[in-house]
């Protein structure tokens, strides 16, 4: 298994929750690593992504809400979500970042945003 996210949940709006990607040394090494959504009935988006670096760029549907970061030593990358909308409801999955070398996508984690 190349990826695999975690920590997905039911969460009230306005809530935070914090989601994790265990990567593959083969694809997390010095690759910009990305986080990406897919709600009902809509094609999967981009979110977020992190360089090797930690330099960060994220869409604008999310900007000031969600902080993306790694840990490269536990090729890991999370995504800490605050302020969450019912529209934040979706399957969230990591791969490569925009521009990086990407793997078939894993199995995601589940967000729902509901009171």
């Known amino acids: 298994v190349q990826l695999q996210a975690f920590g997905g949940g039911l969460v009230q709006p306005g809530g935070s929750l914090r989601l994790s990607c265990v990567a593959s040394r083969t694809i997390f090494s010095n690759n910009d690593m990305g986080w990406y959504r897919q709600a009902p009935g809509k094609q999967r988006e981009f979110i977020a992504d992190v360089s090797s670096g930690s330099r960060t760029y994220y869409a604008d549907s999310v900007k000031g809400r969600f902080t993306i970061s790694r840990d490269n030593a536990e090729n890991t990358v999370y995504l800490q979500m605050n302020s969450l909308k019912p529209e934040d409801t979706a399957v969230y999955y990591c791969?490569?970042?925009?521009?990086?070398?990407?793997?078939?996508w894993g199995q995601g984690t589940q967000l729902t945003v509901s009171s």
């Open positions: 791969n490569g970042g925009r521009y990086g070398l990407q793997v078939p």
